[in-house]
């Protein structure tokens, strides 16, 4: 399709990309292209691949427990063992009417309406079936996509996790920050968002970039990071006004909606637990305390489960 200029002339593809690689070669421009969707592929013969899912939810609010997904994206994908994404085998996008009305403010955060999701339910089986040949999913927010996930699909209970938002330190990378529009836009594109599955498409795109401080795909080292396992210390019982130190330190607080006590909490590397204990000994507790620590691995990381 040509482009109109305005003046009886048009640009047809081929001229418009050559203006944006000239433009792109100069430091003075930068240039963002609009996100295409990869086509599905079929690996070649032979070729050793492995196969991950971007996952995306829509939800009538944040409680797991009580609120429901009203959407549901994933794009399935191959990659290398170097982490280099191969190609994307197949998508998948499905919407789900509630129980009740969808709120007025959720449908401003999301753009979905009670008449859009109308007489639609999720198919199980499919889910399950799209999800089994994968060996890691991976969102945008697992904290959050894997807690409701896992309530509606135990499929996604036996699945190792990673999280493209807090498994890399975007802004070590050069990257504004790790809001999915920032890191598109760093990775050479923009999007308008429409649907889960776009976000999917989009995160694929952000994951595919290769980082120019390691040489490397940001999926590359985000599988790195998923790999190793970290330690959740807990610190629990600690008196209020010690609540800012715990925070400049890096620890969450954990409301009891899990079932556990009200707590602070914070994971670090196996490497680092000595130090936090004794952080929490002479600073928190000033005293010889045991506190609780959980070790977590990509199989059990951001489960509602743990």
Not at 125 to 149: G, L, Q, W, Y
Not at 253 to 274: I, M, P, Q, Y
């Amino acid at each position: 399709m040509t482009q109109p200029l305005g003046d009886g002339h048009t640009l047809d593809p081929a001229d418009l990309a050559a203006m944006a690689d000239a433009l792109a070669q100069s430091a003075d421009y930068r240039v963002l292209r609009r996100l295409i969707p990869r086509s599905p592929y079929t690996p070649a013969a032979g070729q050793e691949v492995r196969t991950g899912i971007l996952l995306d939810t829509e939800t009538t609010g944040l409680d797991c427990a009580k609120d429901e997904i009203i959407e549901l994206g994933m794009v399935k994908f191959d990659y290398a063992a170097d982490g280099r994404i191969l190609g994307v085998r197949d998508t998948f996008s499905a919407f789900n009417e509630p129980r009740a009305p969808i709120s007025a403010e959720v449908t401003a955060l999301t753009g979905i309406t009670s008449e859009m999701v109308a007489g639609h339910k999720f198919d199980d089986a499919a889910v399950t079936a799209f999800v089994e040949s994968a060996v890691i999913t991976i969102a945008h927010n697992s904290a959050f996509d894997r807690k409701f996930a896992e309530r509606y699909w135990p499929v996604f209970e036996h699945k190792a996790w990673g999280c493209s938002m807090s498994e890399i330190d975007w802004r070590r990378h050069g990257f504004a920050g790790a809001q999915l529009g920032y890191l598109l836009n760093g990775a050479g594109y923009f999007h308008h968002a429409h649907r889960a599955v776009d976000d999917c498409h989009a995160l694929l795109e952000v994951l595919a970039f290769e980082l120019p401080t390691m040489g490397s795909s940001a999926l590359a080292l985000l599988l790195e990071t998923a790999r190793k396992p970290t330690m959740r210390v807990w610190a629990e019982q600690t008196a209020f006004e010690l609540k800012d130190s715990l925070k400049r330190r890096g620890y969450r607080w954990n409301d009891g909606s899990d079932g556990r006590l009200k707590s602070w909490f914070r994971d670090v590397d196996e490497t680092a637990l000595d130090d936090e204990i004794a952080f929490l000994r002479a600073e928190i507790y000033m005293q010889d305390v045991e506190p609780t620590v959980q070790r977590l691995t990509t199989f059990t990381r951001f489960s509602g489960r743990i």
